[in-house]
Each structure stands twice: as structure tokens, then as C-alpha cells.
């Protein structure tokens, strides 16, 4: 298949005009004679979205532990132009933990976005800030639990958040840093604690803001960790009711285009209309684009990827190729799969988005198949 009449994405983020040939699910650089040609209309061509940080959506989370719910969630990301995602677990029962794994393991990415990997989120986090996450299920950090559930997920965890000022955190991320990407998350660390938890190996930082103290010119905290420590990476969840737009901004000219990454954190009710829904077992209320506990506390997105992007650049003033980079090239360098997907390269499974000028979606490609 060719698609013709469409203006390319580039790593360099800028686009160019051009056409994409692929065959057998892989983009190659030169179609057959025979090849089917679509025309994009003058759209653009970006690749599959790669989501590293969310929980569900239409009825389906991850900590539902079931086949059913990841063929859901896969289904609904793909009709969304998400085409690889690394799901999120949430601080649930141990019991519950290795159920779920098992069963990612099983998954055999029949249909819809594939499954790359999942976001260990919880339990070794602060109850301080544990934001949605459920307190009775917290705990230490533990080598051994990580390892286990690594073994019963195939090796599908890429990223395990920690808490760095709890017991055990330091020695915990000297154990495990060369196994998988170590974030911060749901913390209360200072600057120099979690600037030690950087220098030991951590090199990520879990939706940056939420769930962490505040940057102030005297208490710089994890974001200013996280800005000084160049290998690391950090998740922004731009649905415009985490973050405001200024700070999002903000933050894009701190860290650099390189090192950011758009997640949307989306919990079961995105898709769905407003309700009451569950999140990690505790009733969530939805109301439009915002989820929160009873108390109010937020608790997720109800806000796919791809809108997270039109949000991005249509009411945040973030460059739409900037913001393409962010959702593709950089999560999927940092979870490892960029030799097979994140961006349009001979040799790269197919995974494609064709949107229209207004960035409204015009088709998708996974492995060369239209969903």
C-alpha cells in the first residue's frame, strides 16, 4: 500500500510532503507496481500514538485482570490513533497484582493497539500522596515483588514507580535500574532526595505536578530534580484540567522537546458518558473531561492521547509537531520498542495516523491494517 498526498511527520519535528509505502506490516522505501494507492487528502501522516501511562477507558481498566479488559482497551485506543500501549497498574492487593500480570502476559495482541509493556504505578509510593491510589494496599519497596510480578508479566513491566524518600527506595532502585525504566511518583521528596534517586538510576518522572510538592524558587522539589537530571524523562498529561496551560508551556521550554512525554492517564470512563465509575476499586465521578473521589481529589483523565494532543496544540499553543514527538518518538525510546514503532522509518512496523488539517482523525494503521 502507498499513502499519497500527505504531509509527513520528521523526527526533527517539522512535516514534509511526500507518500509512505508499506508492505507485510512494515514500511518500506520503494511499494510493488501493484501496490494500493490512498490518497490522504493533503492530511497528515504521523505515527501510531504510544500511550505509557493510563488506566482504561470504555468500561475497561487494567486492574480488571482479564482478557476481555485488555481486548477492550485495545480496541477503543486504536479508534483513537493509539496504536501501542504500556497500561497502568494502580496500587491494588498483591494478589490482585500477580492476576494481572499473568494475564498481559497472555495477551496475544489479536486486535487492536498492541500491548508493549505496563506501567507498574503503585504500591511502593507515599500515602501521603497517594492521590487515587488505595492507602491499605501501600507498602515498601520490595526487589523481590518486583521480580516476581516481572516474571509472571513475561518482562512486560517497563516502568515501576517509587516513592524515593520511603524506606527502602535508594536501595531499591540500585537493584533494580538495570532491569527497568525507575520513576518518581506519588512522593513527597525534596530536591535532594530525589535528585539522589536520579543519580542512583531513576530516569523518569510520573505526571509531572500531580501527586509530588510543588516547584517553588526555594523548594525546587522533584521537577527541579527531574529538569537537572538530563537522562530523565518526564509524563504530562496536557487535558487541560491537570495542568494549566502556562505550566505547560512552561515546562516544555524547561525540559526540552526531547525529553517530554504526553500521556493521557485515562481511567475507564473515557469514552463513556458522565457517570460514576472505579478507579484501583474507589467510586470516581466524571462530569465531562474531569474525574475526581468523592473528596474531590482528581483521579485520572477521562481524555484519550490523541485529544490530549488536540488540547495540547489548540488551546496550550504547543506546536503540533512538537507535540506529535512527544506522544510517539519519546515514549517509545523510553520504554525501549523504538526500533519498531514511534515514528515513519523503512524497516518499522506500519503503525500509522492519517488526521485531517483540523488533526480530526482520517484513518488508521496497525501493522499495515486499516482498523
Known amino acids: 500500500m502507498i499513502i499519497k498526498n500527505v504531509l509527513i511527520f520528521d523526527e526533527d519535528e517539522t512535516f514534509h510532503p511526500g507518500e509512505v509505502a508499506f508492505e507485510n506490516g512494515k514500511i518500506v522505501k520503494d511499494a510493488s507496481e501493484t501496490a494500493e494507492v490512498v490518497d490522504g487528502e493533503g492530511g497528515y501522516l504521523i505515527p501510531g500514538l504510544v500511550d505509557i501511562h493510563f488506566h482504561g477507558c470504555v468500561g475497561a481498566d487494567m486492574c480488571d485482570g482479564s482478557a476481555e479488559a485488555i481486548d477492550t482497551i ?53 500515602e501521603a500522596k497517594k492521590g487515587a491510589q488505595a492507602a491499605e494496599h501501600i507498602r515498601r519497596c520490595d526487589v523481590a515483588l518486583f521480580r516476581e510480578l516481572q516474571k509472571d508479566a513475561d518482562g512486560l513491566i517497563k516502568l515501576v514507580d517509587i516513592a524515593p524518600e520511603t524506606e527502602g527506595a535508594m536501595e531499591f532502585i540500585d537493584a533494580v535500574k538495570d532491569e527497568v525504566v525507575v520513576s518518581v511518583a506519588h512522593t513527597e521528596a525534596d530536591y535532594d532526595t ?45 487535558d487541560g484540567v491537570h495542568i494549566h496551560p502556562a505550566a505547560v508551556r512552561a515546562t516544555f521550554q524547561m525540559f526540552g522537546s526531547d525529553r517530554m512525554i504526553m500521556i493521557s492517564d485515562s481511567m ?22 474531569r474525574a475526581t473521589l468523592k473528596d ?66 482520517q484513518a488508521v494503521y496497525i501493522g499495515g491494517v486499516k482498523q
Open 74 to 126: 485495545a480496541k477503543y485506543e486504536a479508534s483513537v490513533g493509539v496504536t501501542s500501549m504500556a497500561p497502568a497498574t494502580m496500587t491494588v492487593s498483591e494478589d490482585e497484582l500477580h492476576v494481572i500480570m499473568k494475564t498481559a502476559a497472555a495477551h496475544k495482541n489479536a486486535a487492536g493497539a498492541k500491548l508493549v509493556g505496563i506501567n507498574m504505578e503503585g504500591p511502593f509510593i507515599s
Open 194 to 238: 530525589a535528585k539522589e534517586a536520579y543519580d542512583r538510576g531513576a530516569r523518569h518522572a510520573t505526571h509531572l505536578y500531580n501527586a509530588m510538592p510543588p516547584f517553588s524558587h526555594r523548594a525546587p522539589g522533584v521537577i527541579g530534580a527531574a529538569c537537572d537530571t538530563q537522562a530523565c524523562r518526564v509524563e504530562l498529561i496536557c
Open 268 to 289: 475507564r470512563a473515557t469514552g463513556l458518558s458522565d457517570g460514576e465509575y472505579t478507579l484501583g476499586g474507589q467510586p470516581v465521578f466524571v462530569t465531562g473531561n
Open 296 to 361: 474531590g481529589t482528581i483521579a485520572g483523565s477521562a481524555t484519550n492521547l490523541m485529544d490530549c494532543i488536540r488540547v495540547a496544540v489548540k488551546e496550550m499553543g504547543i506546536p503540533f509537531a512538537t507535540a506529535v514527538k512527544c506522544a510517539t518518538v519519546n515514549p517509545a525510546k523510553e520504554i525501549g520498542i523504538f526500533e519498531q514503532c514511534g515514528s515513519i522509518t523503512p524497516g518499522k512496523d506500519a503503525d500509522l495516523v492519517i488526521l485531517n488539517k483540523d488533526l480530526s482523525l
